[in-house]
């Protein structure tokens, strides 16, 4: 695992509890521990995830304890430590998880401090830190677990901050990430754990998003994915530890779900579990690890030659270029192929797998990179050609797909089956023999992919509005009202009255002679702005 670690959460969350909060552990076989409480009674369940359906087998929610909040930590021989608070005391209990039963032998519960709330980490060699809060300052303690006693020799309790609430996350070379909460900003640390003195030095305390709460997870390679809520939004982050530095270098904050708080765990092969609460019922997703691979076949439909590439490439190499016919992409992650090496010259975009290029981009490609943003639903498409004929569609989900759904003549008799959905990368090329007035085939001279100035909800509701948008392509859209009541459609029209039905006015439509909007004006209004521009 290195720095392309990409975390992928695929489909929706899966409830499988009331109650909350809620916390996870995983260890590298997949085997996971979940804690939670109800009514201030604490329960766990022990699972089971299978990476390849994305889901978990649970065993049943067993009440261990009284208190709460509670957090879990687990190492891959099965041995966990709970920890949890009770009246503004600390608690923590040693466990014993039998994956077969699903069922976990614990140990007494054992005060070890005052404060809360609190969390813990354990590596495969019974170290462990537990961070907790009290009185506004941030505090940890370093511990020995013995797994035959079921009991653990701490460290002194170290304030090393303020804020609250933190989380913490240890791998199995004593280094450790800790993130808390500070008025409303996320911060982390990075520290070196010393087992013999039972201390920590940490590096500069750095801000690095805005919300609250949040949590943390690592694994060896120093991969890390971090979890955290935003006014009932869910959102992660992953990034890279430099231990040498203390610092992390961290990808986007992308939005995943709704609800919190949250939690995560994650094993070394970059795969993750995620838990969260939303209106007093538990749900987990399970995250999986794709890197940055890059399948290109020299054949339509993924036959014939094939190399495999990893992150940008300036270059396919002299055994590949002008060969591509199709590809093969992360899923949730979009790249641009170009046809000249240095990733310049003609692109085309891809969001998915494609079985074919496209006829205008067959046997060209000679380099590609991974765009900075993923697209989503709700996002526009818009092309131009030589500054006087223009189209444009809505980005929408067919079926776990992201397509083009378009206003568009399909038939050259009478333009019926005119709103419809077309692959992304098919955008500037023919639409079946159709044609548009006197052109073809639009052949753009650029593509913009245009990004609404919405929250990813509204864009989603604009996206499925369109969805329920059908019938005939109508070119006469000088002589036809924005609010007619018949179902034929130009493209700029469907794409304002996806909005609209938000209560999202893209632009104030223009009046001549009747209202409407063009493609151009929804380009430049002020709410859209450009994620991506190539050149067909």
């Not at 994956?99 to 404060?115: E, H, L, M, P, V």
């Not at 982390?188 to 801000?207: L, R």
């Not at 943390?216 to 959102?235: D, P, Q, R």
């Not at 231990?243 to 939690?263: E, L, M, R, V």
Request: hydrophobic share 35%; glycine share 10%.
């Amino acid at each position: 695992m290195d720095k392309n670690l990409v975390v992928y959460f695929e489909g929706l969350s899966t409830q499988y509890d009331t109650g909350g909060p809620n916390a996870i552990a995983m260890n590298n076989n997949g085997n996971c521990v979940e804690v939670h409480v109800g009514s201030g009674k604490l329960f766990y369940r022990v699972g089971q995830v299978d990476f390849n359906t994305k889901a978990i087998t649970w065993g049943t929610s067993t009440q261990y304890d009284t208190g709460g909040p509670n957090a879990i930590a687990m190492n891959n021989n099965g041995n966990c430590v709970e920890v949890h608070v009770v009246s503004g005391k600390l608690f923590y209990r040693v466990g014993q998880v039998n994956f077969n039963t699903k069922a976990i032998t614990w140990g007494t519960s054992t005060q070890y401090d005052t404060g809360g709330p609190n969390a813990i980490a354990m590596d495969n060699n019974g170290n462990c830190i537990e961070v907790h809060v009290g009185s506004s300052r941030l505090f940890y303690r370093v511990g020995q677990v013995n797994f035959n006693t079921k009991a653990i020799t701490w460290g002194a309790s170290t304030q090393y901050d303020t804020g609250g609430p933190n989380a913490i996350a240890m791998n199995n070379n004593g280094n450790c990430v800790e993130v808390h909460v500070v008025s409303g900003k996320l911060f982390y640390s990075v520290g070196q754990v010393n087992f013999n003195t039972k201390a920590i030095t940490w590096g500069a305390s750095t801000q690095y998003d805005t919300g609250e709460p949040n949590a943390i997870a690592m694994n060896n390679n120093g991969n890390c994915v971090e979890v955290h809520v935003v006014s009932g939004k869910l959102f992660y982050r992953v990034g890279q530890a430099n231990f040498d530095t203390k610092a992390i270098t961290w990808g986007a904050s992308t939005q995943y779900d709704t609800g919190g708080p949250n939690a995560i765990a994650m094993n070394n092969n970059g795969n993750c579990v995620e838990v969260h609460v939303n209106d007093g019922n538990l749900f987990g997703r399970v995250g999986v690890n794709q890197e940055l691979k890059v399948i290109l076949y020299a054949d339509a439909d993924f036959n014939g030659k094939s190399k495999v590439f990893e992150g940008d490439t300036a270059s396919v190499g002299s055994d590949f270029n002008d060969l591509t016919s199709s590809l093969k992409i992360p899923q949730g992650k979009s790249i641009i192929l170009y046809d000249s090496v240095g990733c310049s010259g003609r692109g085309r975009f891809f969001a998915s797998d494609a079985s074919y290029v496209g006829s205008k981009f067959n046997d060209i490609a000679s380099s590609f990179k991974f765009a900075e943003y993923g697209i989503r639903e709700g996002d526009l498409i818009y092309g131009i050609k030589g500054g006087t004929f223009n189209h444009i569609g809505i980005i929408v989900n067919d079926n776990g797909k992201l397509v083009v759904r378009e206003a568009w003549p399909r038939d050259n008799a009478n333009a019926s089956k005119g709103v419809s959905n077309i692959h992304i990368p098919y955008f500037s090329e023919s639409r079946d023999g159709g044609v548009w007035e006197f052109i073809a085939s639009p052949d753009f001279e650029d593509v913009y992919i245009l990004r609404v100035k919405v929250d990813d909800n509204t864009a989603h509701l604009a996206a499925e509005a369109a969805k329920n948008m059908n019938g005939a392509y109508t070119c006469q859209y000088l002589s036809k009202t924005m609010w007619d009541s018949n179902c034929d459609w130009y493209c700029s029209e469907l794409v304002y009255k996806a909005y609209a039905q938000c209560n999202i006015q893209l632009v104030k439509p223009i009046t001549i002679g009747t209202d409407i909007v063009l493609p151009g004006d929804i380009y430049n209004s002020d709410k859209t702005w450009t994620l991506y521009h190539y050149k067909p």
